[in-house]
């Protein structure tokens, strides 16, 4: 392990926001985290877990606590078909492992920053494809009872970018067990603009369906480029609204939309953002909405977080003006609240 004072976590945040920690400790396997972790806790400091720092919105006063950084690494095939991944592992890393050894399941996230770790915390999803649907256990430290346990996807409490472990600090995930299929070729394809430019969805290379979603994505900013400021971004910032139906009756107007299985109507966060009046490009004080993807906002050039939760604000308030319907951000807010 090593251990720093008063570090800056913009270094270690995709969007190059937030303020020193007082204390990180840069760990290396499960027993390093897991130490650092209890003692942590017995010392009754506030903790915070960091690892690929894609999904985060920290404080410009940092963290009064100790963050721990994972950089475990291991991707360990279990059997024909089940990896079993460290947290600290490169999730883009391990999509193109798993196409390189034609395993199908994972296609449809190329692209996606952050670590393995995260996948279970957000329940992450793109393209019609999203991880509750193909991990199979993941393993914990449980803070409270002090010791190792593994976790069904029941027991993950998965829903829509959502999960048990973002609604509770009890648990730290160590690694996840994915179950995917022995296959060269995707599964049926479900999103609409990935179908449209290949032309197909079903029968199509996991290869050729990963060079396609990272096209989609670059074009949306939404592919980590040191040269390009619109990804220095958490991606979307705000979830897709999950409405009633009788909410979404109250609407006006011709909505995009898309029916959900249990009668619910989900209805994209973006075209609400835009019919509210913002556009891609808008911004102040060194922060913007993405100038490829209205849902990403961007650090364009030394903005704060301040400034950009002020913009949040800016646009929640507007989509609840103008539809009544409240946005609800995506990625964890540390010492911060929308």
Sequence with gaps: MSVSTQTSLAQYTTLGLGGPARRLIEVHND??????????????????????????????????GTVVLIRSRGIQRMASTSLHVAAGENFD?????????ELSGLECLSGIPGS???????????????????????????????????????????????SLFKNSA???????????????Y????RYGE??????????VPTRQVREAVLKLRKGKGMVL??????????????TNPVLDPKKFATLSGEIPHWDQPDGTVKVPAAWLIEQSGFTKGYGFDGVAISSKHTL??????????????????????????????TLVNEPVLVGEQL
């Design 170 to 184: 009890r648990y730290v995930v160590l690694s996840v067990r994915y179950a995917l299929t022995s296959s060269s």
């Design 31 to 64: 027993g390093e985290l897991i130490s650092a972790i209890a003692a942590t806790d017995a010392a009754h400091e506030p903790l915070l877990v960091l690892a690929g720092g894609s999904n985060v919105v920290i404080s410009d006063q940092g963290f009064p």
């Design 194 to 203: 990935l179908t449209k430019i290949l032309g197909a969805t079903e029968n």
């Design 186 to 189: 995707s599964s049926a394809l």
């Design 116 to 162: 393995v770790g995260a996948t279970p915390i957000q329940n992450v999803g793109a393209y019609g494809q999203e991880v509750s649907n193909i991990i199979s256990s993941v393993r914990v430290y449980d803070r409270a009872e002090k010791h190792i346990s593994e976790l069904t996807p029941r027991e993950c409490e998965f829903s829509y970018r959502n």
């Design 296 to 325: 990403a906002l961007t650090n364009q050039h030394q903005g704060s977080t301040s400034a950009l939760l002020k913009l949040a604000r800016e646009i929640r308030e507007g989509v609840r003006a103008k539809f009544g319907v």
């Design 225 to 238: 480029d040191p040269h390009d400021a619109d990804t220095r971004s958490v991606g979307s910032f705000f």
């Design 93 to 101: 890393a391990l999509v193109a492992y798993s196409i390189e050894h």
